[in-house]
């Protein structure tokens, strides 16, 4: 049976290559994006054109929208197997600067976004007793660096959402994995949202520019090291291919950075497994 797979925020970067890559796999791919008759209507089209993808429009911001793409899902396949929560934007800059509406406005994305979709997929799943819940998160997610504080905080958050599922879901016959890339030359740099608030940023002197700064290092590192995207989906595909069961919680990729991400994950692992055990909770590690 071809495994029925939903990927969210497929008109561009982890998302767009993931439905394809999907698709070449043989899986029956819906891949959701928003403004299918409008902006994305290029990328939209190109997707639709190959075999084993439909496009689905529906926005992770919008319940109601949520729900009606996943039962268009559901009617037509009867089942789902693997959902990848891809949606998401990047946001840098002065921490100050961001406005209630700026915070909330990432958070409904990013965090949101994600538990929106878990929660219209997770009935289904947790009815076949089979299913794969894969949260792309961040390195940033473990690690808050400077100038990225808000989008950081996003990730943290879907880190604790992925973690206690994690657990949760297994008794059920529900894997839940984190997926935490570095950073790769994708188009989320060119999409990157700051705060609206210009005169706190004034205030901030000459530490204003180091935003830009980090930025234009971390394109002059593409440059030279040049990380390939491709990774992410790849490793989306392993955890795919790992038996129910035995799929890690969290898979770093990451060529520069990755090994203090990992190392990170491993030590909190470990007591962590204790943690479980000392409350009662040591068969769900199983």
Same mark, same amino acid.
């Given at each position: 049976?071809?495994?029925?797979?939903?990927?969210?925020?497929?008109?561009?970067?982890?998302?767009?290559?993931?439905?394809?890559?999907?698709?070449?796999?043989?899986?029956?791919?819906?891949?959701?994006?928003?403004?299918?008759?409008?902006?994305?209507?290029?990328?939209?089209?190109?997707?639709?054109?190959?075999?084993?993808?439909?496009?689905?429009?529906?926005?992770? #911001?919008?319940?109601? +929208?949520?729900?009606?793409?996943? @039962?268009?899902?559901?009617?037509? %396949? *009867?089942?789902? =197997?693997?959902?990848?929560?891809?949606?998401?934007?990047?946001?840098?800059?002065?921490?100050?600067?961001?406005?209630?509406?700026?915070?909330?406005?990432?958070?409904?994305?990013?965090?949101?976004?994600?538990?929106?979709?878990?929660?219209?997929?997770?009935?289904?799943?947790?009815?076949?007793?089979?299913?794969?819940?894969?949260?792309?998160?961040?390195?940033?997610?473990?690690?808050?660096?400077?100038?990225?504080?808000?989008?950081?905080?996003?990730?943290?958050?879907?880190?604790?959402?992925?973690?206690?599922?994690?657990?949760?879901?297994?008794?059920?016959?529900?894997?839940?994995?984190?997926?935490?890339?570095?950073?790769?030359? #994708?188009?989320?740099? +060119?999409?990157?949202?700051?705060? @609206?608030?210009?005169?706190?940023? %004034? *205030?901030?002197? =000459?530490?204003?520019?180091?935003?830009?700064?980090?930025?234009?290092?971390?394109?002059?590192?593409?440059?030279?090291?040049?990380?390939?995207?491709?990774?992410?989906?790849?490793?989306?595909?392993?955890?795919?291919?790992?038996?129910?069961?035995?799929?890690?919680?969290?898979?770093?990729?990451?060529?520069?950075?990755?090994?203090?991400?990992?190392?990170?994950?491993?030590?909190?692992?470990?007591?962590?497994?204790?943690?479980?055990?000392?409350?009662?909770?040591?068969?769900?590690?199983?």
């Amino acid at each position: 049976m071809k495994k029925v797979v939903l990927i969210t925020g497929t008109n561009s970067g982890f998302g767009y290559l993931t439905a394809k890559g999907a698709a070449e796999r043989g899986y029956t791919v819906y891949a959701s994006m928003r403004n299918t008759e409008s902006k994305n209507k290029a990328r939209a089209d190109e997707l639709n054109a190959i075999e084993n993808i439909q496009v689905i429009d529906f926005d992770v #911001t919008d319940s109601s +929208s949520v729900e009606k793409g996943v @039962s268009q899902i559901l009617q037509k %396949e *009867g089942r789902l =197997d693997v959902l990848v929560n891809n949606a998401g934007y990047y946001g840098g800059g002065i921490t100050e600067s961001y406005s209630e509406q700026d915070v909330e406005a990432m958070f409904n994305v990013n965090l949101l976004g994600t538990w929106r979709t878990i929660k219209n997929a997770l009935p289904t799943m947790r009815n076949q007793g089979d299913g794969l819940i894969i949260n792309i998160s961040s390195g940033l997610g473990r690690f808050s660096a400077p100038f990225m504080t808000v989008y950081n905080s996003t990730k943290f958050a879907v880190e604790g959402l992925s973690e206690g599922l994690h657990y949760e879901l297994r008794p059920l016959g529900v894997d839940v994995a984190i997926i935490q890339p570095g950073a790769f030359p #994708t188009e989320i740099f +060119s999409k990157t949202a700051n705060g @609206s608030d210009a005169e706190v940023v %004034e *205030g901030y002197g =000459d530490l204003a520019n180091v935003p830009d700064q980090v930025g234009q290092g971390m394109m002059q590192m593409f440059e030279q090291v040049k990380p390939n995207p491709q990774m992410v989906p790849d490793a989306i595909f392993k955890l795919i291919d790992t038996p129910k069961g035995e799929r890690p919680l969290r898979t770093v990729v990451d060529a520069l950075t990755g090994e203090f991400v990992e190392q990170a994950n491993e030590n909190v692992k470990k007591d962590f497994d204790n943690f479980l055990t000392a409350f009662g909770m040591g068969a769900m590690l199983n």
